[in-house]
């Protein structure tokens, strides 16, 4: 099975600064990935590659095509971003505060500990060295914070936490070859600057002010007078050695007009901003009492500036006036970035504590996006009956429904008290079931958007399972203390019958799809089978040596599948009531060593046991997760590994490396869990998620740890074309490569591309048709389906063979997404159905997969058009109602 990974949900935004691409794209950090949102069409997708820790800052290109990522082991990725490929690799000696491109592109600035270095972007082309270092300065006395590039890419402005500013020249001296010009020092601050701007002349465009803006609230605005005098001979020609680590540079012309300055030395004195004598303008001061600057953005265009507070209030103002424009607070957590588009008119705010993301737009006062991950671990996770959309539970409580297609979330709820422990679609995918700790089973109208049911019990138990037989009259929750299954009626919400008989908590629950069988697993070491709906208590009971920790049914019913302690996975004939076989997975599911284990990987027991399973559509592989950095595939009729997923390489999380570093171990303990919190390091980047390892005692340090990578809940969908896993990182998406892949069905020296054209140009659509499934080309394929005509559809599609039929339903349920030809592609499966009913129903356990994501398809297009119908007839009425009135 060709997965691929496509999305990650659950986790829009976790430190780290963002960037808008191209007026429309919203690039921002998620842990080790990146995440693009396109806020016209509003889409999200994850880029496939990673960085090996948690990203700290991120640059895009003027272009929009490069993208520049800096993880917190200063590890650099450049990446094409229409391509999604990483290109380069580098990485920096220094921890990165900043990065920028230049406006032409050409140049790159590293904010580099005490160090700015300017590097030579790489460009399409092939390089042996694609990075080169062109110049470093180390004037600054302490790490530097922020930077900016002037319009014409000669002068960089940045500020340190030494409470100063600079101007820097990037050019070279006139006198002498090796000639450096001192920067110009902007002094005054009282607080560490978090942010340095250029402002422009908007009728020339040239360089008259610069704002330095500090953590404390303070905004400093400096300028020069234009008729300065002409600095003197010694000024001119003082120069210094160039500074610490930079390379002998080529005298070539390509590398003066990199840095700036003219083929023949002379430069224009008038427009050089390092001969100028700067001057503090005006002082402002930000009015937010005991609230520290944390974000801010400049738009070049407007001369607007926005700032972001520890408190979640942001402030929009307009310069050089310093007129306040909006003042509004967005949370009570600290805003960790914030930026403006291109053209000025949104703003972009991220939360890194909440796992915030908002986009407003400040003219019209209105969100354009609003997006919010969860807060905790998620938990468990549900696929709707069309694989259209995926609710997702966790420990913040709140249970959020997603578009899983576009990534986006649009509904929360977070009525449950405690945390969310399993999740249930109903048959109608219009009703969600919800079970959680705090002793209540909801139910929600995915209509209205409500909680419309909510069923207990006489006294509070934690609910830990959830289970509804096919019809949706029956609701079952497995708890977690009393170890009791409670039956409850969907339509009258009375609570029918307790099932007695567990000795340990009911983790696992499920009916059998085709009867009323409903099956449970224990740690009391034992599955037992219940018919719910006669009265007669447990039907059978499963012993196993170990604690069963969770099961499912295979579709057809027929099997049942529960995973132990012991790391097995045991297959059960339901109808026979026998142990069929067992697969032993304690080698596969063997992760990482933990920070604090005191044995290798190899030797450690723990977590060597999976603890969510699901069959596939068609039930021929299954897919197993747990307290592990793999999730494994097996063929069930083989009981072999057919492929294992690592979720992530992030060295941020625990339980990734299997080889931990021995210079990391002290007297103390692990060197990464010694407490040495800095209060300037940007919060959400280095403290992201965190889980604490032990209780804090009063009057001690917190003691943070790093949250362990485990898999907590695997479905996949019913079409079978993607699975989902709700992980430490967030919900993975995996898919199927859509990419071409040469499967030929039935190949014969005669069945060529050739051959299907040459049928095509005979009139023969029926013979191309079927020359075309057996080359097995996507293309082929719907190129003869629509060359079909109308009247010829029913006799085409009853000569089609069965072993075809699979491949045919593909292709109609793809062209149904995409063509515009609709009533012609629904006629087809309508000949379709007519011509192999028969076959269908008695294979449909192999068409499965196929007839979900044709239903899908068709679910879609009615949704489309219903609302566009019914907009037009609105449309028509008013018209019909006007006229009428004159």
């Excluded at 603890?611 to 068609?618: E, F, H, K, P, V």
């Excluded at 403290?687 to 340090?701: C, E, I, R, T, W």
């Excluded at 293309?779 to 629509?786: A, R």
Aim: aromatic share 10%; with cysteine.
């Amino acid at each position: 099975m060709n997965y691929r990974f496509q999305n990650l949900l659950g986790a829009p935004y976790r430190g780290g600064n963002a960037v808008v691409v191209n007026n429309i794209l919203l690039v921002s950090p998620v842990g080790n990935r990146v995440s693009v949102t396109d806020l016209l069409k509003s889409e999200t997708i994850t880029l496939p590659c990673q960085a090996s820790t948690n990203l700290r800052r991120i640059a895009a290109s003027p272009d929009g095509v490069f993208l520049l990522t800096v993880d917190e082991n200063n590890r650099c990725l450049f990446i094409n971003l229409p391509r999604r490929a990483v290109l380069h690799r580098l990485s920096f000696k220094h921890p990165v505060s900043d990065v920028k491109f230049s406006p032409d592109g050409r140049l790159i600035a590293v904010a580099a500990g005490k160090l700015l270095q300017i590097w030579r972007s790489p460009g399409f082309r092939k390089e042996f060295f694609p990075f080169e270092l062109i110049r470093t300065f180390s004037d600054c006395n302490d790490r530097i914070t922020s930077l900016d590039w002037s319009p014409n890419s000669d002068y960089l402005v940045v500020g340190s936490k030494d409470l100063t500013g600079r101007l820097f020249y990037l050019s070279k001296g006139k006198k002498k070859k090796n000639s450096y010009i001192k920067p110009f020092l902007f002094l005054g601050h009282r607080d560490t600057i978090v942010g340095t701007f250029f402002g422009v002349d908007k009728k020339t465009n040239d360089v008259t002010k610069v704002y330095t803006l500090s953590r404390d609230g303070a905004i400093f605005t400096w300028g020069y007078s234009s008729n300065d005098p002409e600095p003197t001979k010694m000024e001119e020609d003082s120069s210094e050695p160039d500074s610490p680590g930079t390379p002998e540079q080529r005298q070539g012309a390509e590398e003066r007009k990199d840095l700036g300055a003219n083929g023949d030395g002379d430069e224009d004195d008038e427009h050089l901003l390092h001969k100028k004598k700067w001057s503090l303008l005006k002082k402002d001061f930000f009015m937010q009492a005991q609230a520290k600057l944390t974000a801010c953005d400049y738009h070049r265009g407007l001369d607007l500036v926005v700032v972001g507070f520890s408190n979640g209030v942001f402030a929009l103002y307009q310069m050089p006036d310093f007129v306040c424009l909006h003042l509004l607070s967005i949370s009570r957590e600290k805003i960790t970035t914030a930026v403006f588009n291109d053209l000025g008119n949104w703003l972009t705010f991220g939360c890194a504590k909440l796992g915030q993301l908002l986009v407003w737009e400040w003219k019209s006062e209105s969100y354009i996006l609003k997006q919010q991950g969860h807060y905790f671990d998620v938990n468990c996770i549900a696929y709707s009956p069309d694989s259209q959309l995926l609710a997702t539970g966790a420990d913040d409580n709140k249970i959020k429904v997603w578009t899983a297609s576009s990534g986006f979330c649009f509904v929360t709820f977070s009525e449950h008290t405690n945390a969310v422990t399993a999740l249930h679609f109903m048959p109608n995918n219009h009703c969600l079931l919800s079970a959680s700790l705090d002793g209540t089973v909801r139910a929600w109208d995915l209509f209205r958007y409500r909680n419309f049911k909510t069923f207990v019990t006489p006294t509070p138990k934690q609910f830990v399972s959830l289970a509804a037989d096919q019809s949706g009259e029956v609701i079952c929750a497995g708890t977690l203390d009393s170890f009791e299954i409670f039956v409850w009626s969907m339509k009258t919400g009375r609570l029918l019958d307790v099932l007695s008989g567990h000795e340990g908590p009911v983790h696992g629950l499920m009916f059998s799809p085709n009867t009323s069988i409903l099956a449970s697993s224990s740690w009391d070491k034992t599955v037992r089978l219940w018919d719910v709906f006669s009265g007669k208590g447990g039907v059978e009971k499963f012993e196993h040596t170990h604690d069963v920790l969770t099961l499912t049914y295979r579709p057809d019913g027929k099997q049942l599948a529960c995973s132990t302690l012991d790391g097995q996975i045991h297959f059960w004939d339901t109808l026979e009531g026998l142990e069929m076989f067992t697969i032993e997975g304690r080698r596969d599911i063997a992760g990482g060593r933990l920070m604090t284990d005191r044995r290798s990987a190899a030797n450690s027991s723990a977590g060597k046991c999976f603890t969510t399973l699901n069959y596939s559509a068609d039930g021929s592989y299954i897919l197993a997760g747990g307290s592990s950095k793999y999730i494994c595939m097996y063929d069930v009729a083989d009981q072999v590994l057919l492929r294992r997923f690592q979720i992530t390489h992030n060295l941020s999380l625990d339980g990734v490396l299997d080889f931990l570093n021995s210079k990391n171990m002290t007297e103390a303990g692990p060197l990464d869990l010694i407490d040495d919190d800095d209060s300037d390091t940007e919060e959400g980047v280095d403290k992201q998620s965190q889980k604490k390892l032990a209780y804090d005692l009063p009057g001690s340090m917190p003691n943070h740890g790093r949250p362990i990578i485990r898999s907590k809940c695997l479905r996949i969908a019913p079409t079978g074309r993607s699975w989902a896993a709700a992980t430490t990182e967030g919900v993975l998406i995996y898919s199927m490569d859509e990419s071409f892949i040469f499967d030929p069905t039935d190949l014969d020296i005669d069945v060529t591309p050739e051959a299907v054209d040459a049928a095509l140009k005979e009139d023969e659509p029926k013979r191309a048709l079927i020359l075309s499934l057996r080359l097995n080309e996507d293309t082929l394929i719907k190129k003869c389906i629509v060359a079909v005509s109308p009247v010829d559809i029913p006799a085409v599609a009853s000569s089609v063979p069965f072993r075809y039929l699979l491949r045919l339903v593909q292709a109609l349920g793809d062209l149904l997404e995409q063509s515009p030809h609709l009533e012609f592609i629904l006629r087809w499966c309508q000949e379709l159905c007519k011509a192999h009913g028969s076959s269908i129903q008695q294979n449909n356990r192999n068409l499965l997969p196929a007839l979900k994501s044709l239903q899908k398809a068709v679910t879609t297009l009615h949704q489309d058009l219903a609302d566009t119908c019914s907009s037009n007839e609105y449309m028509l009425r008013y018209l019909c109602s006007t006229s009428n009135s004159r």
